[in-house]
Structure formats: structure tokens, C-alpha cells
């Protein structure tokens, strides 16, 4: 190695965020995971098991995860 920092690319969606000098696609996933995250709000609205209450849980903080890493991606 010369020294340089390697970045290695897993998925495609890192490349696009590399490229999106706007922020567009960036907005774009939030809106998406958000609106996710509002489905699974109201399933558990409409009154759920306690063993789906518990899945929908999880998978709302999957979400909330999946923001976080998309807001600090650089």
C-alpha cells in the first residue's frame, strides 16, 4: 500500500450516496424508510398480538438504524 485510504464499496446504494453531490437520493431513502416506518406505526395501531407487536418493534428500530446510517454516511 502507498499510503492512500482505500474505500471499499459494498453495495450499490453506498456508490450512490458517494455520487449524490445533491442529497437527492439520500432525501429520497429517508422519505422511503419513513414512510416504512409509518406502515408499521399503524399496523401496530390497528391492534396487533403481542408476538407481532414485538416484530414490528424490531423491525421500527431496523428502520430508525437504517436512517442513522444514511444521515452519517459521508
Partial sequence: MDGKKE???MVDMEQKLIDDK??????E????LHGYE???NRLIGA????????VY???KKAIKQACYVIEKFR
Fill in 7 to 9: 474505500r471499499v464499496i
Fill in 22 to 27: 445533491s442529497g437527492q437520493y439520500r432525501r
Fill in 29 to 32: 431513502l429517508l422519505s422511503k
Fill in 38 to 40: 409509518g406502515d408499521v
Fill in 47 to 54: 391492534g396487533v398480538s403481542s408476538e407481532k407487536f414485538e
Fill in 57 to 59: 418493534e424490531k423491525i
